[in-house]
């Protein structure tokens, strides 16, 4: 279990320069937002949640409140850069928070004196030292909390490395060093797992592999969260969501309550004849929906498959087919993250 | 579950030390120069030997068979390479983001810092013994061919030879303690370069201050500590050799400090 509080994160000091029209100003002589640091040149253009922010530096995470529950895969989701692998780190106790706090089985990491057998992290797969074999990592890593060396040889054929243990990492690829994340985060037994991007280079059947271990992980009772910034990679794996953009929360629920909350959701329908096709998107435009050509069907937004049936049987228009669309998850995500999306 | 213990950490961090190919390797590179350098000045003096005028000849025990034992280039390369190679316990972590993987192993960032510290000074202090006696007894039996090698025993001997091997320990954690700080391998390596090796070169030992400079910094200690005799020539400001010691012990304690702050305050 994973409880995370009012968790906010501003990295920098506060400067005592700010940015006008690209030349760095002492905040006394900076106008009338002096001591406050927005990102746009002009005082008052910025109207997003930067505008409220107070003194300067960048808020990676915002006041995020979530909790992450044990037997259950959490996909933990958000554009490039919302703030997702700082989360992991304030949990982790890696980074310290500002204000708020994270704690892991009610428990504060730092205060922990070893860690492996309560928390198995993959932050990511580069943070290894690229000089020494993967078998020595890992031994040197088990040694520091005390767990069977047999345990080395155990998780490396877990993760398919076990001919390669002998190997320097740095002549790893990138799915290797993934396995080899992985493998270290198994090490402990550990009752929570956390996964930054797991899945990032690994090839189809390591994608599958990982996804597998990741729903048996939480099905023996662990609490299983992973981030990622594709939706379509949590559509199959999690049972929850829990989803950021700009350091805020924006959905903490399971997947099918997030899937439910899409909006664009269309319908399609396919008349018999044109002149018929016609009249009902008279018909359809006149209720205030809309209307899109597609191949010879018509898709509908606005409307939903039981408005446009009657509309259909009022005027007299056969109809050939009538579809309804749930918009997906990814559609679903792409909505509602669409105003905090920050690289684009 | 079992207890967390101390000495575990320490067998893991003699585990990485050793598991990288450059630490052997830096250690046996170190050590063939500095006796390279040491041996190179004590054959010159046993093949000039006769034509030496009496002046040095007189001298030359204890005064010049001292410093061809431990040369002020030798030191300078010992110091590098230890330096070196203690900058790199910590500093290697940080460049490599080996030190999240360490650190969400073992949230407690002050006991890993002390099993480093531990590790590296204990390494140190045997690598330096073994160079310093080695460095120390070739030498002499070289000087023996003309009558004029030292013993152990000697006067001030057995105080050069562990200031020499103290040197290692020494100039191991400043680069600790400076990696830790900096947590870049090539700002550490240019720093450590800049204030063991480049500051004592600049400074100027007959000028008052240049003289507190010096003696406060550790290849300064390391002379004092070396020196054994009557000084061939006359010294402006005379120190103590429990003051050279001091320094040394400042230099480890203060250098670990710093390492104990930095890492555990700050984000990784």
């Known amino acids: ?91 982790l106790g890696l980074n310290e928070p500002t204000s708020g706090t994270a704690t892991v089985d009610g428990r504060r990491f730092r205060e922990l004196p ?30 520091t909390n005390g767990i069977p060396r047999r345990r080395v040889g155990e998780v490396l054929d877990e993760v398919g490395l ?28 550990p009752p929570v797992l956390l996964f930054d991007e797991p899945v990032n280079g690994l090839d189809p059947e390591g994608v599958l592999w990982a996804r597998g271990l990741f729903r048996r992980l939480a099905a023996e009772g662990r609490t299983v969260f992973v981030s990622s910034h594709l939706m379509s990679e949590m559509e199959h794996t999690a049972d929850d969501l829990v989803v950021i953009g700009r350091g805020r929360l924006i959905a903490a629920e399971s997947v099918a309550a997030f899937a439910a909350r899409g909006t ?22 006149a209720e205030g929906a809309t209307v899109r050509h597609r191949g010879g069907r018509l898709a509908v937004t606005g409307a939903d498959a039981d408005r446009i049936g009657l509309l259909a049987f009022r005027h007299g228009i056969p109809l050939a087919e009538l579809t309804a669309h749930a918009s997906s998850l990814e559609e679903t995500f792409m909505e509602l993250t669409a105003d905090s999306v920050e690289y684009r | 579950m079992p207890h967390a213990r101390f000495r575990d950490l320490l067998a893991a961090e003699w585990t990485k030390l050793w598991s990288l190919r450059s630490t052997p390797w830096a250690f046996a590179v170190g050590a063939v120069a500095v006796l390279g350098v040491n041996l190179n000045a004590t054959l010159a003096d046993h093949r000039n030997y006769p034509n030496y005028s009496d002046g040095i000849k007189e001298l030359f025990v204890p005064v010049w068979a001292m410093r061809d034992a431990f040369t002020l280039g030798g030191a300078m390369v010992f110091t590098l390479a230890t330096g070196s190679i203690g900058a790199l316990v910590i500093v290697g972590e940080y460049g490599t983001g080996q030190i999240r993987t360490t650190f969400a192993a073992v949230p407690a960032r002050r006991s890993v810092v002390a099993a480093k510290t531990l590790v590296l000074a204990t390494v140190m202090l045997a690598y330096g013994a ?41 100039c191991a954690l400043a680069g600790f303690g400076l990696g830790a700080l900096l947590r870049h391998t090539a700002t550490t390596i240019v720093s450590l370069t800049g204030v063991l090796l480049l500051l004592p070169a600049l400074m100027d030992e007959r000028n008052r201050w240049g003289a507190v400079f010096l003696h406060a910094l550790p ?50």
């Open chain 1, 114 to 143: 070893r860690g492996l057998r309560h928390v198995g992290a993959l932050l990511d797969a580069h943070d290894v030292h690229g000089g020494r074999t993967a078998e020595a990592h890992l031994v040197a890593l088990a040694r």
């Open chain 2, 219 to 268: 290849q300064g200690a390391w002379k004092r500590l070396t020196e054994v005799g009557v000084s061939p020539v006359p010294v402006d400001h005379p120190w103590t050799a429990g003051g050279a010691w001091t320094v040394y012990a400042a230099w480890a304690a203060g250098a670990v400090t710093v390492a104990f702050l930095a890492v555990h305050r700050r984000d990784v």
């Open chain 1, 1 to 91: 279990m994973i409880e995370v509080h009012e968790l906010t994160k501003r990295y920098g000091r506060p400067s005592r320069f700010r940015r006008v029209g690209g030349i760095r100003r002492p905040a006394s002589t900076a106008g009338p937002a002096a001591g406050r640091t927005v990102s746009a040149a002009a005082p008052g253009a910025d109207t997003g949640p930067a505008a409220d922010r107070p003194a300067a530096g960048r808020l990676a995470v915002d006041r995020l409140s979530f909790s992450v529950k044990p037997g259950r895969v959490t996909g933990f989701l958000g554009p490039n850069g919302a703030g997702k692998s700082t989360a992991l780190r304030l949990i």
């Open chain 2, 130 to 170: 073994l160079v310093a006696g080695v460095s120390f007894a070739v030498t002499q039996a070289v000087l023996d061919g003309r009558d004029v090698g030292m013993a152990i025993g000697d006067e001030g001997v057995l105080r050069a030879v562990a200031a020499s091997a103290l040197l290692a320990p020494v």
């Open chain 1, 264 to 285: 664009r959701r269309s319908v399609t329908v396919r008349t018999a004849d044109p002149a018929a096709a016609r009249s009902l998107v008279d018909a359809l435009e």
């Open chain 1, 162 to 189: 076990g001919g390669a243990g002998r190997r320097r990492i740095g002549g790893y690829s990138l799915g290797m060093r993934q396995r080899l994340g992985i493998a270290a985060a198994l090490l402990g037994d």
